[in-house]
C-alpha cells in the first residue's frame, strides 16, 4: 500500500486537458517537493517535472506541476497519442528516510 | 551525455544473492546519489534505497533493511546492488537512477531482469 495516492487511470482525447492528482501525507509531500516521471511499455522512467513544478530541459511546456499542501497535480495539455503511458508522482518521506512513489496512473488517448 | 549502463539479465534459486552493476559516464560520479528502484511485472516503482557515491553513505527503504547492500568502485565509476535471500517476489527490473536534490532519479539505467525461480 503506497503511502500516495492516485488514480488508477484516467483518458482523453486528442488535445484535450488532463489533470492527474497525487494525494500524500505530512511526512512526504507536506513537507518537501513532489516529482513526476512518464512510462511506457519496456522502458526506464523518464522525469517529466521535478521540484514540484519545474522542467527539466528537453520536456514539453504542455507539462505541468503543482503542489498544495499534502496533494500534487501534473496537467498535460494539449493530449496527443504519445502521451499514452504510465505516469507515477514521487516525493521523499522524512520518516522512512526514503523515497515513496505513487501507484502509478494509465494515460489513455481515444 | 551522461550514461547508466546495467548489467544484463540475471536468472538465480530461491535462497540465492545477485549483484548488479550500473556503470556511469558522462559525469562526475562522485557528485551525485545513485538510487535504486525496482518493478514487477504490470506493477509500479518501488524505491530500495540510495548511496552516496563520495561517502559511501547508504540509506534502505525498511521494505529492504537487511538484504539489500549498496556499494560503489569510484575508480570505475560503478555503483552495485546486491541482494540477498532471494525469493519468487524479487522477480522484477531493477533500475539505478542518478539521484539529485528531491529528485529519486534524472536519468535512469536500461534496467536489469532479475527473475528468481525454482
Given at each position: 500500500q503506497s503511502l500516495l495516492t492516485q488514480p488508477p487511470?484516467?483518458?482523453?482525447?486528442?488535445?484535450?486537458?488532463?489533470?492527474?492528482?497525487?494525494?500524500?501525507?505530512?511526512?512526504?509531500?507536506?513537507?518537501?517537493?513532489?516529482?513526476?516521471?512518464?512510462q511506457v511499455p519496456g522502458a526506464a522512467p523518464k522525469l517529466l517535472i521535478y521540484i514540484s513544478d519545474q522542467r527539466p530541459s528537453g520536456i514539453s511546456d504542455r507539462f505541468s506541476g503543482s503542489k498544495s499542501g499534502t496533494s500534487a497535480s501534473l496537467a498535460i495539455s494539449g493530449l496527443r497519442s504519445e502521451d499514452e503511458a504510465d505516469y507515477y508522482c514521487a516525493s521523499w518521506d522524512d520518516n522512512l528516510f526514503a523515497y515513496v512513489f505513487g501507484p502509478g496512473t494509465n494515460i489513455a488517448v481515444l | 551525455q551522461v550514461k547508466l549502463v546495467q548489467s544484463g539479465a540475471e536468472v538465480r534459486r530461491p535462497g540465492a544473492s545477485v549483484k548488479v552493476s550500473c556503470e556511469t559516464s558522462g559525469y562526475i560520479f562522485s557528485r551525485y546519489d545513485i538510487n535504486w528502484v525496482r518493478q514487477a511485472s504490470g506493477q509500479g516503482l518501488e524505491f530500495?534505497?540510495?548511496?552516496?557515491?563520495?561517502?559511501?553513505?547508504?540509506?534502505?527503504?525498511?521494505?529492504?533493511?537487511?538484504?539489500?547492500?549498496?556499494?560503489?568502485?569510484?575508480?570505475m565509476s560503478t555503483a552495485f546492488l546486491q541482494l540477498s535471500n532471494l525469493k519468487s517476489d524479487d522477480t522484477a527490473v531493477y533500475y539505478c537512477a542518478r539521484g539529485g536534490p528531491w529528485i529519486p532519479g534524472d536519468f535512469w539505467g536500461q534496467g536489469t531482469q532479475l527473475t528468481v525461480s525454482s
Open positions: 487511470s484516467a483518458s482523453g482525447t486528442p488535445g484535450q486537458n488532463i489533470t492527474i492528482s497525487c494525494s500524500g501525507g505530512d511526512s512526504n509531500i507536506g513537507s518537501n517537493s513532489v516529482c513526476w516521471y512518464q | 530500495m534505497g540510495w548511496m552516496n557515491p563520495k561517502s559511501g553513505n547508504t540509506g534502505y527503504a525498511p521494505n529492504f533493511q537487511g538484504r539489500v547492500t549498496l556499494t560503489r568502485n569510484t575508480s
